[in-house]
């Protein structure tokens, strides 16, 4: 008989919870550093990878074929604004002057927490992916609770796949980070087969 493959069952698997999926932006703190703080205080960070297809049928096959050729990716958000919060107070900015370009663009990074291991001493590393964003805002001040504010961050880069450096072993802990650079590898080409293989 052959020996099941415990990696397919979900049997005593724990779930990833949403909230063990981290995001992070890149911001200077107040000694012109760039570090990458934790996005709070927002309710809504939901990814669309609003895939491009080519869909054609051959006309000796009954059924069409569909490939997938590319990404429009984006992520739309909702936050309330805090003051001195780097975060909220930065992509307000964008929103209320009205930036472009270069000036409405962002980088984020997508922490697993899940990944979270002890490199050395108070070190800690966890798989993430890095990318730019442009600032696309929509709403503000659509309530009287609090200010709040929403749109869509939209890619205008490639994905990374980088390793991020926090100091503890628990997640709530990592209110900013960085990443090792020299960890860091491109994900264009994670479905690709090596020529040397």
């Known amino acids: ?13 724990d779930m990833v919870k949403r909230s063990e999926v981290v995001a992070f932006m890149g911001v200077s703190n107040s000694s012109g550093e760039k570090i990458y703080a934790r ?10 990878k609003n895939p491009k297809e080519y869909g054609r049928q ?7 074929r569909t490939s997938t050729t590319g990404y429009a990716s984006s992520i739309s958000y909702a936050f309330d604004k805090y003051k001195g919060n ?28 899940t ?12 798989e993430a992916m890095r990318r730019e964003f442009s600032v696309s805002p929509s709403t503000s001040g659509n309530t009287t609770d609090c200010m709040t504010y ?7 880069g490639e994905i990374e796949k980088v390793t ?15 990443v090792m650079e020299s960890a860091s590898a491109s994900y264009m080409n994670a479905g690709s087969t090596s020529d040397s293989e």
């Not at 990944?115 to 966890?126: K, L």
């Open 39 to 48: 996005m709070k205080g927002f309710t809504e960070l939901t990814t669309n």
């Open 150 to 156: 929403s749109g869509d961050l939209k890619a205008c």
């Open 1 to 13: 008989m052959a020996i099941l493959d415990t990696s397919i069952d979900i049997k005593n698997k």
């Open 164 to 178: 991020a450096t926090g100091s503890s072993l628990k997640p709530s802990k990592w209110l900013q980070c960085k």
């Open 115 to 126: 990944t979270i291991s002890q490199s050395s001493g108070n070190n800690y590393t966890a």
């Open 86 to 113: 780097l975060v909220t107070e930065a992509l307000a900015r964008i929103a209320d002057m009205e930036l472009t370009g270069e000036e409405a663009t962002v980088e984020l990074l997508l922490v697993d927490m």
């Open 58 to 64: 051959y006309v000796d096959e009954e059924s069409e």
